[in-house]
């Protein structure tokens, strides 16, 4: 949302540039020529310059693997978290699944203790998020408390985070965490995708473990029981 509205803060003030320039212009040299040319210059700069700040973003959205992030399940993206902050210097812990009282990761670095939750979402994260890790705080005897999350927050969720000295990090901080990581002892998030199996991968058809393989047509999942079973998943 600020990303958003900082790009409009430019757009306006580009634009009130453009017709104080051509005001200007008029103002000075009474050439309409004159004024046609400076305007068409003006223009021509303003979309080069649109253009270019589209093509860096798709870079970084490309460069950072925010979609394959996007296509994780949960366990997925919670051992990702853990490889990202590992290469910022934190001690990282992936909790177990069940009975976490809302925390996913404990991370620590200097005397810094801290409670995150992951949500790989593709909707808004809510409050219950932010009550859920609240409370594992004193559970796990923290002294703070992230959410991190490859969507956005809801408003009430972003109050109730203010007010609870709990962290967000939503699409973009992600995005720009990623790019800024020591790419070199950190796996991709295609590589996390490959290694880490999804926690609910069992064949449509009949139940056993999927396995992922190779096609003519890229990566997918395939029944542990093939030839037997062809049951196949989309990776």
């Not at 009130?16 to 000075?28: A, D, N, T, W």
């Not at 991190?148 to 408003?155: D, G």
């Not at 199996?197 to 990566?219: D, H, I, T």
Request: aromatic share 12%.
């Amino acid at each position: 949302m600020k990303n958003r509205n900082k790009r409009i803060s430019f757009e306006k003030d580009l634009f009130k540039f453009i017709v104080l320039s051509i005001l200007l212009s008029y103002f000075y040299t009474r050439s309409p020529y004159i004024t046609f040319v400076l305007l068409f210059s003006v223009i021509f700069v303003w979309r080069l310059i649109k253009l270019l700040l589209k093509r860096k973003k798709e870079h970084n959205l490309r460069k950072s693997g925010i979609e394959d992030i996007d296509r994780m399940d949960g366990i997925q993206f919670e051992y990702y978290l853990a490889a990202l902050l590992k290469s910022f210097g934190f001690k990282t812990q992936v909790t177990k699944s069940t009975g976490d009282y809302g925390a996913d990761l404990v991370i620590s670095k200097d005397n810094e203790k801290i409670v995150v939750q992951a949500k790989r979402y593709s909707k808004k994260v809510g409050i219950k998020a932010i009550q859920e890790i609240y409370s594992a705080v004193s559970k796990y005897k923290c002294t703070g408390a992230w959410v991190i999350t490859n969507s956005h927050f809801t408003n009430p969720a972003i109050e109730l985070a203010k007010s609870n000295n709990v962290n967000l990090i939503d699409r973009e901080k992600l995005i720009k965490m990623i790019l800024e990581a020591n790419e070199g002892i950190m796996p991709t998030a295609r590589q996390v995708r490959e290694e880490i199996q999804p926690k609910n991968n069992s064949c449509p058809v009949c139940n056993a473990e999927m396995v992922l393989r190779n096609g003519k047509n890229g990566k997918f999942y395939g029944c542990s029981n093939y030839p037997v079973c062809k049951g196949t998943k989309k990776f």
